[in-house]
């Protein structure tokens, strides 16, 4: 992950430093590091990846933060667990993004 996220990252963006940081705090108290949450994730269906043109794979490129809070927050609101709906789920800021989640996971995204 670290050198993905130096050497090839999708986007350039500030989170990317994140993983970086949380390595190097943590090997000078010799403990573990995580990343939770993510501002990305990848849990496209296959179909998902397939684009007009079979040389073009469709990537997954969101603001998944957002979308998965919006929809965990949805599905406490109406006493339901996430990963038992099936919802469809719009981010409208900087950038507009609208998802499919199926079982607790984004399988689709614009």
């Known amino acids: 992950m670290l050198e993905e996220l130096r050497e090839r990252p999708r986007i350039e963006h500030a989170s990317n430093l ?20 993510p501002i990305a ?18 990537i997954s490129l969101s603001h998944a933060l957002s979308l998965k809070a919006a929809a965990k927050r949805a599905a406490q609101e109406i006493g339901e667990s996430y990963q038992e709906l099936n919802l469809i789920v719009v981010h409208l800021g900087g950038g507009i993004s609208v998802s499919a989640h199926c079982g607790g996971k984004m399988i689709d995204v614009n």
């Open 18 to 37: 994140g993983a970086q940081i949380a390595y190097e705090l943590a090997q000078k108290v010799n403990i573990p590091s995580f990343i939770v949450d």
């Open 41 to 58: 994730v990848d849990e496209l269906e296959p179909i998902a990846r397939i684009s007009g043109m079979p040389e073009i794979e469709r």
